[in-house]
């Protein structure tokens, strides 16, 4: 989950660092909420919260990936 929070932080910030797009965009909400998740997940021990975290982190991604790739005008952003 560490590394996926590494991961995460580095996507959000790759198109700002080489001018393609600004700080804000309407995906930094989601990605924010997807690294909380894999951040917290690295730092709880309890198997029961990681597995929860786990579904949140699967439904976000799935969920996202629908809303923001597979919905009409989905590209023109």
């Known amino acids: 989950m560490f590394a996926m929070a590494l991961f995460s932080i580095l996507v959000m910030f790759d198109g700002w660092v080489v001018g393609v797009e600004p700080v804000w965009t309407v ?10 998740l894999y951040v917290v ?8 919260a990681q597995h929860l975290l786990a579904w949140l ?3 976000t991604y799935v969920v996202a990936g629908f ?10 952003s």
Not at 27 to 36: D, F, G, M, N
Not at 41 to 48: F, I, N
Request: aromatic content about 20%; glycine content about 10%; hydrophobic content about 50%.
């Open 27 to 36: 995906y930094r909400p989601l990605q924010l909420w997807s690294v909380a």
């Open 57 to 59: 982190a699967l439904t």
């Open 67 to 76: 809303f923001y790739r597979f919905l009409p005008g989905a590209f023109g």
């Open 41 to 48: 997940g690295a730092v709880v021990t309890s198997p029961r």
